[in-house]
């Protein structure tokens, strides 16, 4: 691969007379036509030349390598880690003027509902228009809310419609924004480094969902929730700073007007390794994700309390940044329908595993492996769908993959429960993850071409 990557230096400035460039246009006068982004070349393989323990730690060449790439995980990582501090601040206001913990869970609904509804048309939008442009509205909207948050905290309004409201605008720039900033990522880095990318950007995601949620609680009963929010609005300037440094990135190919939602269902439909892919993570998400069991495990297995509740919940999430944190092997990978069906039963065995044995330590570390796995599908499954879809349909299937992760857990929740009515918690855990791993063996029966699935020459 070239090392070919965006400009950096800074514009220069305006003369005279000149007009001032808007806030959503490109630094430069003369708006640039759409760069495809790094390419692949002879020679482009990464030269394996270190010792194997620096191998095994998250390749760091797409930061190294691409400026314009290492600007855009930062912020996203720094925003993320706000992003945690404010959900945690939302929910302890809400219980604090309610003291109703249904009220405290009518947040997640507030934040589902434009999740699921401005998803798909998010991605169509980012099939269209200007990304970089549409990821500065996404980040200046976000920023927004968190200032609005963060005011009527300071004024002590005491209004749970407000937060309830802010919660929901807040979800629709999130859905509206996030296809397009990640559909740009094949244009940031070449394609033999988007495992690597991917892994990268696994790592900032689940920094802000183990280092936010830690902060933010510190933060909140040192400052109270102000703090967080004014915290998570700075954040901010840097996703907007990355976002406006970014060239023009128009979707390639894509023909003029809007695009259709249901082109993009209808291209995911026609495509079985994609396909095949987003069904292997609504397996583990609806069969292997006991977390509305958490509760009642840390009772019923462990003799817990509410601190056990948050060792379960925060485990995966720990496995999750470790196995981001060594995955300098994924690069190496070129059969990735195999590994995702690997890593996909890895978590339903890891899950079963749990329900079985009730040692609160060893619970602990099969959630980790649980969510190490998780990490190593979500690589391979987001590098597939980046490589072998059209950069013209990428919005749209990144806004049907937010549909999947934010419907998905919760469908977990209702087969959970469900099951653990019927029988008992232990049951459920232990026959949601054989049945993650049944639903594997039979999407790899059905799907045999799945997994000779060849990362050097995709097919979608």
């Known amino acids: 691969m070239s090392n070919n990557q965006h400009s950096t230096s800074s514009p220069s400035p305006a003369p005279p007379g000149s007009p001032v460039p808007s806030p959503l246009s490109p630094p430069s006068s003369a708006e640039p036509e759409p760069d495809p982004g790094p390419r692949d070349g002879p020679g482009t393989e990464a030269v394996v030349d270190s010792p194997w323990y620096r191998r095994a730690f998250a390749d760091l060449s797409p930061l190294r390598d691409h400026a314009d790439y290492r600007r855009v995980w930062a912020g996203q990582a720094v925003s993320s880690i706000g992003q945690q501090m404010t959900a945690v601040a939302v929910s302890v206001q809400v219980y604090d003027l309610t003291g109703s913990a249904f009220a405290t869970g009518l947040v997640g609904i507030f934040s589902l509902v434009p999740l699921v509804a401005f998803g798909l048309y998010g991605g169509a939008i980012a099939d269209t228009v200007d990304r970089r442009r549409l990821g500065l509205i996404g980040s200046a909207g976000l920023a927004a809310v968190s200032a609005v948050l963060a005011a009527q905290a300071l004024a002590g309004l005491g209004l749970v419609a407000v937060l309830y409201a802010a919660v929901a605008v807040q979800a629709g720039f999130f859905a509206l924004s996030s296809p397009a900033r990640s559909a740009m990522i094949p244009r940031l880095v070449p394609s033999h480094q988007l495992p690597a990318a991917n892994a990268l950007n696994t ?231 054989l049945a993650c791993v049944a639903a594997v063996l039979l999407l790899a029966a059905r799907r045999p071409a799945f997994l000779t699935y060849d990362a050097r020459h995709p097919t979608p």
């Open 203 to 433: 790592v900032s995601m689940n920094l802000g969902l183990t280092v936010g949620p830690m902060l933010g609680g510190v933060l909140i009963g040192a400052y109270g929730a102000q703090a967080a929010y004014l915290i998570d609005t700075v954040a901010f300037t840097g996703t907007l700073y990355a976002m406006w440094r970014l060239p023009a990135m128009r979707p390639l190919g894509a023909r003029k007007g809007r695009a259709s939602v249901l082109d993009g269902l209808r291209f995911l439909r026609e495509q079985p390794n994609l396909r095949t892919s987003f069904l292997a993570d609504l397996a583990a998400m609806v069969f292997g994700m006991p977390r509305a069991l958490f509760p009642a495990i840390a009772v019923t297995f462990y003799g817990g309390d509410a601190g056990t509740v948050g060792l379960l919940v925060s485990a995966p999430a720990v496995g999750a940044l470790v196995g981001a944190l060594f995955s300098g092997w994924v690069g190496r990978v070129h059969r990735q329908g195999v590994a995702v069906l690997a890593a996909v039963a890895a978590w339903g065995l890891a899950i079963a595993a749990f329900g079985a044995l009730h040692n609160l330590w060893l619970g602990l570390l099969l959630l980790a492996v649980a969510g190490c796995a998780d990490t190593v599908s979500m690589i391979f499954r987001n590098t597939m769908m980046q490589v072998a879809a059209p950069d013209e349909m990428r919005g749209r299937l990144q806004g049907i993959f937010i549909v999947v992760v934010a419907g998905g857990p919760r469908l977990g929740d209702f087969e959970s429960g469900t099951v653990a009515a019927l029988t008992n918690p232990a049951t459920s855990v232990i026959t949601g993850g």
